[in-house]
């Protein structure tokens, strides 16, 4: 009997990983179906993270029943919007957030213009009223609160002046 040389398969020292490439490469070799935001590489239709490093993870993802399926409602919705990635989100603000004061003051103005005490504002059915009939009604401060930051000075003063006579 003779003796084969089996030799070993050679190792792969090598990885199948590019080393130099960035998601924006990526983004430039597979057109408008990929993204790159905040040096992470999304999937414009799905929405997912893809690893940028290998692209037969990209390939493999763009094949994918799921990729192919979205990407079709994608296509027949006519409003097309990319989302935001968390940083954006928090980098800009919203309208809600830059109006809040000053619906919160107009709230405490027109109690005191009403004559009705702020102590009220934290009544059940007046909490259950913003709630249900003002976007973010909960976010309006308690009595206490809106006394403290949001009662103009000259009412605080003309209070002042009343408690002492």
């Known amino acids: 009997m003779e003796r084969f040389d089996v030799k070993p398969p050679p190792s792969r020292s090598r990885s199948k990983t590019a080393l130099y490439v960035t998601p924006q490469d990526r983004v430039t070799e597979f057109g408008s179906e990929l993204y790159e935001d905040g040096g992470k590489l999304y999937c414009t239709f799905c929405n997912v993270v893809l690893n940028h490093v290998r692209k037969s993870a990209i390939n493999d993802h763009l094949k994918s029943k799921t990729h192919t399926k979205r990407k079709g409602e994608f296509e027949e919705q006519s409003v097309r919007k990319k989302p935001r990635t968390l940083t954006a989100s928090l980098q800009c603000n919203s309208t809600a957030q830059t109006e809040k004061p000053g619906v919160i003051q107009d709230f405490v103005k027109m109690f005191l213009e009403a004559s009705i005490p702020l102590e009220k504002a934290d009544h059940p059915a007046v909490r259950a009223f913003l709630s249900r009939h003002v976007k973010n009604g909960n976010s309006i401060p308690k009595a206490d609160q809106l006394r403290k930051a949001y009662l ?11 408690e002492d006579h």
């Not at 103009?152 to 009343?162: A, F, I, M, R, V």
């Open 152 to 162: 103009p000075d000259g009412y605080t003063n003309q209070l002042l002046k009343s």
